[in-house]
């Protein structure tokens, strides 16, 4: 039975897609069957796939409308080797049309009731802001997976998505936080440093070894539609993404 796995709802811009994206990708190359799921209307995930948010037949809009018809209708496949349930622009307005809806926290996790082993790992991405979605993508995972940037406020963050937490679990009282991901690392600053030691002292074995640095790399193969393991294979941002899929897989024991 596969690992769901989601990106824990953080605010913007810290990695989540990024890391989806790069490691779903790198978890692929190396022959797991893995399954990405974008669930923000922004469509970043889908985007950096090189699949075009506009021209869907179905995406994950259709998903929660219709959870009792699965995800397979749904999933794509992709060139990067990963399956894909794409967000689309009309996700946007889901928001309300679910608003109504009995266990609409729990839609997603019905839906890939029966498709969750056909994957090793299913990783889901979620927007940055509490709602909707990123309740539906933390109640589908068995844990979430945490991408904390390395500035100054990375430690003010950590309390707000404990709190989140507490939360989904009131809904799925099983959630366990998978791993903290320490990205966009600056290593010649000693601030970074400094908030990567604070970090490791604070949440010790949660913590992820592997160090996501700040590589233009990775910024630039989502733009070209291609993971980080084609684009620039020898890459900083690409051997890192890499050695966490390594230490992943010895986590979830695939
Ligand atoms: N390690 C990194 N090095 C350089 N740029 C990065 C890195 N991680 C993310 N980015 C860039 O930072 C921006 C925000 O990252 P993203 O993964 O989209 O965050 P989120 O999904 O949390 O909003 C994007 O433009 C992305 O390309
Ligand atoms: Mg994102």
């Known amino acids: 039975m596969g690992h769901i796995l989601a990106l824990a709802m953080q605010k913007g811009g810290v990695g989540k897609t990024t890391t989806t994206l790069s490691l779903g990708t790198m978890l692929a190359a190396r022959g797991r069957r893995v399954l990405l799921i974008d669930i923000d209307p922004q469509a970043n995930l889908t985007q950096g796939l090189g699949v075009d948010p506009g021209a869907l037949e179905y995406s994950v809009y259709e998903v929660l409308l219709n959870p009792e018809r699965g995800v397979g209708f749904a999933t794509i496949t992709t060139d990067a080797g990963v399956d894909l349930i794409p967000a689309a622009l009309e996700l946007a307005g889901a928001e309300l049309e679910l608003a109504g809806k009995v266990g609409r926290e729990l839609l997603l996790r019905k839906a890939l009731r029966a498709s969750r082993e056909q994957y090793d790992y299913v990783l889901i991405d979620p927007p940055p802001s ?35 937490i507490e939360l989904v679990r009131e809904i799925h ?10 990205t966009l690392a600056d290593r010649r600053t000693n601030l970074s440093l400094q908030i990567e030691q604070q970090v490791r002292e604070r949440y010790g074995a949660l913590v992820f070894e592997t160090v996501i640095p700040m590589n233009v790399k990775l910024a630039e193969a989502p733009t070209v539609g291609k993971p980080i393991g084609v684009y620039a294979p020898s890459s900083a941002g690409a051997l890192a993404y890499e050695a966490l899929a390594t230490e992943l897989e010895s986590r979830y024991g695939v």
Do not use: R, W
């Not at 979430?144 to 989140?164: G, R, W």
């Open 173 to 182: 009282p099983h959630l366990a936080i998978g791993g903290i991901i320490c």
């Open 130 to 164: 509490l709602g909707i979605f990123s309740l539906n993508a933390m109640a589908a995972a068995d844990a979430v997976i945490v991408p904390l940037q390395l500035h100054a406020y990375a430690l003010k963050a950590m309390p707000q998505l404990e709190q989140t």
